[in-house]
């Protein structure tokens, strides 16, 4: 049998609450230790573990003290780059939630760094390991070129909600943070390279530090023609009307997430509801004879659901596979450091007021500024 990998599980939010739990469930992880910036929130994900684990609130002192084979990262994005360093230097592989750092280059550093040392990192895009968000996309690439992607995820968010969304965006604006999921599904969808990215943003209240916004919207163009549009707002001001849009169109029809529920009032700020789908629309644009449609619009029942918890176990599973079985991760990484280069360029253009072409330098994109 082939020895427990032993992981430090650092942050005990939502998500790092998630990641430890799969961890102690798998065969194969084995925690050492819970490090987080406040005892109260350890000893809570403690007890939810049943106990034991050794708890550290300076990740330095964890790293030290534990020892351990693997680092799971669940903080803030501003500190994703420096752990997952140090991480990679103490011979450690690497579990960190998206986006990969709060820069570009952050995000190039890590994966420099991953290369040299040869070890494993994983990022947080907990739709790749989403059955219904797999069948979205599948679909999405038998409706022909170009595509229209239209997608948000507004949250009207108050109480402890929208204290964590501000103390998120002392760090990134919502749509480098929830932005990369969706442009990663756009590049997926399009099998693409995008060419070109424009942002607006708006600051809606002085709640926020300075410089920031918690309204944004990105446009990307592939070089294909697809293009693709995201929006995510954050706060008590955002409107629960049509907060949750993904779909898709191409020549051949549509195909659009239907979730009655997770798309209902009172649902955006629902941590759990965000990678809920439901149902799937499909629209066929084929016409008969007589010019009217020739195919009535399916509606495909999706059976296969996962819970949050469930799809994070997907991850921390796909994550000890990569370890135990060398799994080569370097078209994983490419598409995180892809999707964060939009984002990234979504920022520069409303920054800027121009739009933002990235050029293709030595194999990968880069991003430069242009009229």
């Given at each position: 049998m082939k020895s427990s990998v032993r992981v430090?599980?650092?942050?005990?939010?939502?998500?790092?609450?998630?990641?430890?739990?799969?961890?102690?469930?798998?065969?194969?992880?084995?925690?050492v230790g819970i490090c987080t910036r406040s005892s109260q929130s350890s000893s809570?994900?403690?007890?939810e573990l049943g106990g034991g684990y050794a708890e550290f609130h300076d990740f330095a002192t964890a790293l030290q003290e534990t020892k351990p084979d693997a680092v799971c990262i669940s903080t803030w994005p501003d500190t994703h780059a420096l752990y997952a360093t140090a991480a990679i230097e103490a011979g450690c592989h690497v579990f960190?939630?998206?986006?990969?750092?709060?820069?570009?280059?952050?995000?190039?550093?890590?994966?420099?760094?991953?290369n040299a040392s040869d070890r494993k990192v994983v990022v947080g895009y907990i739709l790749r390991h989403h059955p219904?968000?797999?069948?979205?996309?599948?679909?999405?690439?038998?409706?022909?070129?170009?595509?229209?992607?239209?997608?948000?995820?507004?949250?009207?968010?108050?109480?402890a909600a929208w204290q964590?969304?501000?103390?998120?965006?002392?760090?990134?604006?919502?749509i480098v943070d929830c932005g990369v999921h969706y442009v990663d599904v756009m590049c997926q969808m399009t099998g693409s390279r995008p060419v070109r990215v424009s942002g607006i943003g708006a600051r809606l209240t002085d709640e926020l530090p300075d410089g920031m916004v918690n309204y944004g919207q990105l446009q990307?163009?592939?070089?294909?023609?697809?293009?693709?549009?995201?929006?995510?707002?954050?706060?008590?001001?955002?409107?629960?009307?049509?907060?949750?849009?993904?779909?898709?169109?191409?020549?051949?029809?549509?195909?659009?997430?239907?979730?009655?529920?997770?798309?209902?009032?009172?649902?955006?700020?629902?941590?759990?509801?965000?990678?809920?789908?439901?149902s799937l629309r499909l629209h066929h644009s084929q016409l008969d004879a007589?010019?009217?449609?020739?195919?009535?619009?399916?509606?495909?029942?999706?059976?296969?659901e996962l819970d949050h918890d469930a799809l994070c176990q997907?991850?921390?599973?796909?994550?000890?596979d990569a370890i135990r079985n060398d799994l080569d991760l370097t078209d994983h990484l490419d598409d995180a450091l892809h999707s964060m280069r939009i984002v990234a360029a979504a920022d520069e253009s409303f920054r800027t007021g121009k739009k933002v072409e990235l050029v293709q330098e030595n194999s990968s994109n880069t991003v430069g500024a242009g009229s």
């Open positions: 430090l599980c650092v942050g005990a939010g939502h998500m790092g609450r998630s990641h430890a739990l799969a961890y102690h469930r798998i065969d194969g992880f084995e925690i809570k994900l403690n007890r960190v939630e998206k986006p990969l750092a709060d820069s570009v280059a952050g995000a190039e550093q890590i994966i420099q760094r991953a219904s968000w797999t069948r979205f996309t599948e679909i999405a690439k038998t409706l022909g070129k170009p595509l229209v992607m239209r997608m948000n995820l507004n949250q009207s968010s108050s109480g964590t969304h501000k103390e998120l965006m002392s760090t990134v604006s919502p990307v163009t592939f070089a294909d023609g697809s293009v693709g549009w995201y929006e995510a707002g954050w706060g008590p001001m955002m409107s629960e009307t049509a907060f949750f849009i993904k779909d898709v169109v191409g020549p051949k029809g549509s195909v659009s997430i239907v979730a009655e529920t997770a798309g209902s009032a009172g649902q955006s700020a629902n941590v759990d509801a965000h990678t809920q789908t439901e007589e010019g009217n449609f020739a195919k009535h619009d399916e509606l495909l029942r999706l059976e296969d997907r991850e921390q599973e796909y994550f000890l």
